[in-house]
């Protein structure tokens, strides 16, 4: 029954993405016509009609607006916007480009976002209030208010996808069940294809499953070459190093494809100023929400974060300073491919290596 309810959702998947990949194909076809005069439908207003998900959609961006300005109020650039960016999911560095081009250069981008990180760090602090995800009523209200907050921070895909395999996680572990992590990170891919076909071709999709992918499968094959040469145990202070490094040589070949960079000083910076990000995130959470209720006392608790966010601006400026943070180097299609097939022979060996 199961094996079939999935083969339903990946033909529905194959069936949205075709879909998807015709009408690509067809504006690329008719961009190459010179014999005939294009005409283009008017985008379709998918809010035109209103209806619930437009109703949230507004207040959402309403909200962030709102928190927006009463943040800046209390903190400055691009501290404000560092909290914008991990609380609520608003991107906002557009506006200061310098400090989005050392965020790019560090490899940082990732940590500004609201990603799977949030997710679970919300959910956790829930739990805490609530007592134990064991159940029920704590169980769904604490799915329901992540999935509120996921659409408040615009339905990104790093928590879409973060809440979906979270989802899935806690309720196997409702029911004493195991997850398999690497067919719970395939079925949200599959499911976020059949809502949003489209994202096969975002940059986004694919860098947040292929981190996601390389801190559940290179860690143990990094342990396991680290005992070919001799080390047996790692240093309890090099396992965010590790986890740092596994996402990073999974989507090194995207980023260098698309963005024709690769930061060589985002596995020393990551591991380094990471720790501060929970700490940024809970103030900056409980910052936004005294900024609506009583802005007098969002003053001394911005006194209070300034410090944390102090020290990631600090270091990420440090780092980008050095001549050689990041290169300039472009992947081809077969690049890509033949980098892929170099790391999963080495992960499938030396993951052996590390067992024996």
Known sequence: MRSTGLLVLVCLAVWRVGGCVAWYIKTFNDKLSNNREISYEKPINECADGGVYCGFKSWSQEFKTQASYKIQEVLPSPHSELVMGMVLGEDQFNLIPTYNDILKKVGLVHVVVV????????????MRVLGSQYKLKNLIIGLFATLIYAGISGFGIPAVRAWIMGSIAVIFKFYGRPADGIKVLMFSAIVILCLAPDQLFSVSFMLSFL???????????????CACVGVKKLPAYLEDFNTSLSAQLMVNPVMSYYFGTISLVSLIANPLVLWVVPICTILGGLLTFLAFISPLLSHPLAFVLFPFLDFFVSFSEFFAGFNTASVSLRFSVYGVLAYYAVLFWSIRHFKEKGAV
Do not use: C, D, Q, W
């Not at 990603?115 to 829930?126: D, T």
């Not at 981190?211 to 070459?225: D, I, Q, R, Y």
């Open 115 to 126: 990603s799977g990180y949030n997710i679970s760090l919300v959910f956790a602090l829930l």
């Open 211 to 225: 981190a996601t992918l390389g801190v559940m499968l290179v860690p143990e094959a990094l342990k396991g070459l």
